[in-house]
């Protein structure tokens, strides 16, 4: 077997690697994984795309913090929306890149540098599309809703972002997946009172009345929902439970926290009522985030054409990416990425040169012949 270590982080153009639609796609996607960019440091992989972007004279570039957007202006009737986030969650001694014949392995190769190559690959290689293109590269995925970079520019540019469809490069094995299941974390609390542990029975233990919470919690059956065609099943774990003050008192306060995956036919309020259902017996219930969940929508145009080109069939995200940002503002997205969701995040990560070459052969045709 063939072994060959990737690490070099020079500008693409000096690797000669993106001067064809025939540049080794596998190649770029290691150049990518090469350079580090753990969520908040995006600066050096950020400053290297947009050298890349703006040497192609079809793009207009715009940068606002580490987040960059190239954008045709061609007069077409429709826009497309192609982004992908930049950022990597931390290594797992698997930094390096490395590649094994067709295959590269290494941190954030699948989640998401694979999609990223070929979101840049397709800006510096389709200069004349049917319709106009916006590429989107944005930091801090990996964190909160707040530190998004694409919730950034759709806060404070989002004339930037805006357009008819979108797609989000995120690892889905190649294939489509529609929508996106939403995310709820919950806390409960339980009071009890306290007392010292040598006569515990003056006092009530918090994490004692936990247990019918967590009983709920681990004998949970989530729904199974299929909305147009695509299948979600719902969540409930319990992540995180704190309590007590010292080794010698009887806890009066214990707090569960509890992550819920929801399907698209419920809004986030009506998830959290059934949250509450599910945890009865708390003394308090509260939402302490919330991200809504996107319904399937395949029915734009241009969806319609890259689901026809890509072999017409799709499946539903279980899990939540930032689709949901565009549904929210009334932008039809979907998922589609090189890269298996499985190994996303894991010391095992990698992506395969077929996942690779094929969404970039799906997506460059559908901006060659989508209807404008």
């Known amino acids: 077997m063939t072994i060959v270590a990737v690490t070099s982080n020079r500008c693409y ?56 957007v190239a954008r045709t202006s061609l007069g ?3 826009r497309f929306v192609l982004a992908g986030h930049s950022d990597t969650v931390p290594g797992n001694q698997n930094e390096a890149p490395r590649i094994e014949g067709d295959t590269l392995w290494g941190l954030g190769s699948a989640d998401m540098k694979g999609g990223l190559a070929t979101i840049l690959q397709l800006a510096l290689t389709v200069p004349e599309p049917a319709v106009d293109v916006t590429y989107v590269f944005y930091s801090c995925e990996e964190l909160t809703s707040g530190e998004n970079g694409l919730e950034l520019l759709f806060a404070e540019r989002p004339d930037l972002v805006a357009g008819d469809a979108a797609l989000l490069a995120e690892p889905t094995a190649a294939g489509i997946e529609a929508g996106c299941q939403g995310i709820l974390q919950m806390e409960a609390v339980t009071e009890g009172r306290r007392a010292h542990t040598a006569r515990g029975w003056l006092g009530v233990n918090a994490i004692h009345l936990m247990a019918p919470l967590l009983d709920a919690v681990a004998a949970y059956q989530g729904r199974r929902v299929i909305i147009d065609g695509c299948h979600f099943r719902e969540g409930l774990q319990a992540v995180r439970i704190s309590a007590g003050v010292a080794d010698n008192v009887v806890p009066d306060r214990a707090v569960l926290r509890v992550n819920h995956r929801f399907a698209p036919d419920r809004t986030a309020e009506q998830a959290a009522d059934h949250v509450r259902e599910v945890l009865g017996e708390a003394d308090e219930v509260k939402v302490i985030e919330c991200a809504p969940a996107a319904a399937p929508s395949l029915g734009h145009p241009i ?10 069939t799709y499946t539903g995200k279980l899990g939540w990416t930032d689709v949901a940002r565009f549904a929210a503002r009334g932008i039809p997205a979907v998922n589609f990425g090189p890269g298996d969701p499985v190994v996303a995040h894991t010391q ?25």
């Open 13 to 68: 153009e000096e690797m000669k690697i993106l001067s064809a639609p025939s540049a080794d796609l596998l190649d770029l996607t290691a150049q990518l994984v090469g350079i580090p960019s753990v969520s908040q440091n995006e600066v050096e992989i950020t400053d290297q795309i947009e050298q890349c972007l703006t040497r192609a004279e079809w793009l207009d570039v715009e940068r606002l913090d580490n987040n960059l």
């Open 76 to 78: 077409r009737g429709s």
């Open 303 to 312: 969806l319609q054409a890259l689901l026809a080109e890509a072999g017409g």
């Open 348 to 372: 095992g990560e990698r992506v395969s040169r077929s996942d690779l070459e094929r969404v970039y052969a799906v997506v460059r045709n559908v901006l060659l012949r989508a209807p404008a």
